[in-house]
């Protein structure tokens, strides 16, 4: 299996040395869309997945969840989270064996979710219904100084409830100055870019395992189509995620990274626990 370039004690001591910078926008990958965010010593998590819920969950069926990566860190550990997000239901956005160890470290942790899903997460996770922060597209919220904006994603489509609210979302988070586009699990939609240009983006994090429907799950956009998002909102930097976490369902960031030179897009690939820090003056990072 893949080690992480940072794993337990170690990335836990890079997280806590990063709090020395903390004018800096510190960014984890995690694994699969998880990132940690640290901001002025506060810390929001997108979409963790710190288990082996989906191994275990098809290790006897004929589509296999075949882990590449280790576990960067036990979420149980992660007891400084002051938020946390879910795009949307799938297991590896929405996994219960990672979001309640986190609930019962930080019992103040925010948990931010589609509204849309409001009666599966509060099932899944076994949460009073007004727990949750629910948001449609086009909503905001703060939370612990983090400003969180809603904007649709299509996995496979834009799919709504019987109430017209997203069931899928990508979270535009402003820290400090600056700003970062998760945008979960989407394929390219038409008027995506026209949502994304009411911010300048910093940094977005983006899918780049592609859509193959043999695969028998909903997919992404692939290296290319990540690329050529980030270049037209004209994002400082782009970091690809949804890789090397199945064996199934994965792809190399081979594409991503030359798409990304031809369109002179400034990215960075990371591997599992690795950080990248923003600062005033930092160098953007082109793919070579």
């Known amino acids: 299996m893949i080690r ?15 709090r020395t910078e903390p004018f800096q926008l510190h960014v984890w ?40 990566t280790e576990t960067v860190v036990a979420p149980e550990r992660l007891g400084f989270i002051d938020v946390v997000t879910s795009s949307h239901n799938h297991t590896d956005h929405l ?17 931010v979710i589609p509204e849309a899903n409001r009666e599966f997460v509060v099932d899944r996770l076994n949460l009073m219904a007004e727990v949750p922060h629910g948001l449609d597209a086009g909503q905001s919220v703060t939370l612990s100084g983090f400003r969180l904006h809603a904007v649709p994603a299509a996995h496979n489509t834009l799919e709504k409830d019987e109430g017209g609210r997203h069931k899928f979302l990508g979270y535009v988070v402003e820290a400090g100055p600056w700003t970062i586009y998760h945008s979960g699990d989407t394929l390219h939609y038409e008027g995506m ?28 956009l692939d290296g290319r189509e990540a690329a050529r998002l980030a270049h037209d909102i004209e994002a400082g930097l782009v970091i690809p995620c949804h890789f090397d976490m199945f064996e ?34 930092s160098d953007l990072t082109k793919c070579l």
């Not at 309640?100 to 470290?105: E, F, G, I, Q, T």
């Not at 991503?256 to 990371?270: A, G, I, M, T, Y």
Request: proline share 7%.
């Open 4 to 18: 992480p370039l940072l794993q337990d004690d170690a990335f836990l001591e890079d997280v806590e040395a990063a």
């Open 248 to 281: 199934f369902n994965t792809a190399t960031p081979d594409l991503f990274e030359k798409s990304c030179r031809d369109l002179n897009q400034p990215c960075q690939v990371l591997r599992a626990g690795e950080r990248r820090s923003l600062g005033t003056g």
């Open 95 to 111: 996994d219960a064996q990672t979001l309640l160890p986190l609930l019962r470290v930080n019992p103040r942790l925010q948990l």
């Open 193 to 220: 870019e026209d949502w994304l240009r009411h911010w300048r983006i910093d940094l977005a994090l983006l899918p780049i395992n592609g859509n193959v429907p043999e695969r028998r799950v909903a997919g992404n």
């Open 29 to 68: 990958w995690l694994g699969q869309s998880g990132f940690l965010l640290q901001w002025e010593g506060r810390h929001l998590l997108f979409d963790p997945y710190l288990s082996d819920a989906l191994t275990r969950k098809y290790a006897a069926t004929d589509k296999p969840h075949v882990r590449m």
